[in-house]
């Protein structure tokens, strides 16, 4: 026997659809993007239905720092991932996200992914909440580096090594034997010696303050928020949905699946996103708002 619809369940995909038609062509849209807006670049959510999250807990900023085998775990599995990550390309959801922006419709885009897809399709200011695994930082000296000149390095130090095809996840790492981990060489910053981190937030660490108190402004100068692909299951980023909330703006979350701001969305919809954002594209390019 069916389920009856939950509370907070989609809209019809047409009604929600023409709603949040509405809500762009009013301009001053804030987007938030997650993982779900990735999927169709080929880089996998790990939160979501066949996400790794389910097999392993992501490494925390504690056990990082803490620890010199949970780093070699960490830049092993990272080295065999980052290619998949490099590799990716931006997909018809940031294409629209940027065209949507291009026409004044949105007014900043901040996303939790660290793949830097929205930077690639033109969106270069997008904020970057969780930072970005294209850059590399030194904990001693603080200095930022390319990762990829990171990855010439590593590939340098260990020459030998071979991943044979293992699962990839969204943090841009894959899933490793343990010989393999164990034989790996980690590189450390050439300025200073210091330890090397991803230029992303852990769990278990905070996003910098004046990055989180910039996406409270642009949510502040914001009309309303419209949330692309994320399940909202960190307060990094459920916090922006319960802010605008709050101020009484209209939340329009597009996602496949549950999320955690479902009870503050105005209007929800659980589309595929590449299809759902171009034909929002096409619809307010094709009658533009007076
Ligand atoms: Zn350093």
Redesign the pocket.
Known sequence: MPEPPAAGASEPPDAALGEIGRLLAGRGVVVLTGAGLSTESGIPDYRGPTGSLRRRTPMTYQEFVGSAQARRRYWARSHAGWQSIARARPNAGHRAVEELRRGGLVSAVITQNVDGLHRAAGTLDAVELHGGLDRVL??????TSTRADLDRRLHALNDAFRDEGSPKNADGDAELPDALVAAFRVAA??????I?KPDVVFFGENVPKPRVRHCFDLVDEARALLVLGSSLAVMSGLRFVRHAARAGKPVAIVNQGETRGDAYATVRVGLPLGRTLTALADRLAAAPPA
């Open positions: 030194c904990l001693g000296c603080r200095r910053c050439r300025a200073c010696g210091g090397l």
